[in-house]
């Protein structure tokens, strides 16, 4: 069983040209709607890698809610854990350029309502896979690491977005998934040693004994336990949209460590996933499927 406790969001999509330098404003092209949250994406992922899912989050008492866990509900995904509030429906604004990179502002919304009292909806156990993130307060992040710690559960805790304060929660995490720049920031909050990233993230591995797993986009994704160092290549692809790429790479990445996948086959899976995600517009529509990950896997693009 996955346990994901985190953030649940509508996903309000532009499409524009190119993106818009500050104070200049550009014409779009299109607009949609999608379900999307990082937890909720998350969740979603490992569902369609072939987990089992329980989603903690809320959402609000409004229209928005419904879209929101539209698919999360298709998926079979464990909604018992899901609460309502007073406050809005979590949104996300995205803006997306024809070269597939993207800006996002999010509004928290219901995901601010997650408080560590809601932590009792998880029914963690030893043997669970318990996946985070830091679009819900800090504080039920913190404790939910350490009631994972107390059950014997296994703890992801994917780093975006960027919280200069979330240093400090790092190393309480069996696996930490950040972007290149995210991990970036945190090792100089760190003060990692190293004159490159590689020497930097087998300085955090040494110092907490945990592993830390670094997304660089489409060159693939390089890992650092205690005792090595491990790279993955990403598929070769031609991005259409990289909203929900990572967030594809962190359920797929759960999924395979519940499985009891070997770290290079749970990385390399969750790579393929990730690149995949980026062939279809929006968040959660674009996550794959397990058997075309597999599928990917056996037959990869060349390059």
């Known amino acids: 069983m996955i346990i994901v406790v985190g953030s649940i969001n509508l996903d309000l999509i532009a499409n524009v040209d190119r993106l818009p330098a500050p104070g ?20 979603l992922a490992a569902a369609r890698a072939g987990a089992k899912v329980r989603m903690v989050g809320a959402v ?26 007073f406050a809005s429906t979590g949104t996300a604004l995205i803006m997306v350029a024809d070269d597939g990179e993207n800006v996002i502002a999010v509004v928290p919304g219901a995901n601010d309502s997650v408080v560590t009292g809601d932590l009792s909806k998880a029914f963690m156990k030893k043997g669970n896979v318990v996946l985070l993130q830091q679009e819900i307060p800090l504080q039920t992040v913190d404790a939910a690491l350490d009631a994972a710690r107390a059950a ?34 945190y090792g100089e909050a760190l003060s990692l040693s190293g004159r490159d990233r590689p020497a930097r993230m087998r300085d955090y591995a ?26 993955v290549p990403a598929l070769n692809i031609t991005p259409v949209d990289t909203v929900g790429a990572g967030d594809t790479f962190c359920g797929y990445f759960a999924a395979g460590l ?13 790579a393929a996933a ?7 517009p929006g968040a959660q529509p674009a996550i794959p499927l397990a058997k075309e990950v597999e599928a990917a896997l056996q037959n990869p693009p060349a390059r």
């Open 258 to 270: 519940s499985s009891g996948l070997p770290l290079d086959q749970a990385l390399a899976r969750a």
């Open 152 to 185: 014997g559960a296994v703890t992801v805790l994917n780093t975006a977005p960027f919280r200069a304060e979330a240093a400090a929660l790092l190393g309480k995490a069996d696996y930490v998934v950040a972007n290149e720049t995210e991990f970036d920031l």
């Open 206 to 231: 040494g110092k907490t004994g945990r592993t830390i797993v670094v997304t660089l986009g489409g060159d693939g994704v390089l890992a650092a336990t205690p005792a090595d160092l491990l790279m």
């Open 24 to 43: 200049e404003t550009v014409r779009g092209s299109g607009f949609a709607t999608a379900p999307g949250g990082k937890g909720a994406n998350q969740a």
């Open 60 to 85: 609000g008492k409004d229209n928005f809610a419904t879209e929101a866990l539209a698919l999360l509900r298709d998926g079979k995904i464990d909604l018992s854990g899901v609460g309502e509030t």
């Open 274 to 280: 990730g690149s995949l995600a980026c062939l279809k």
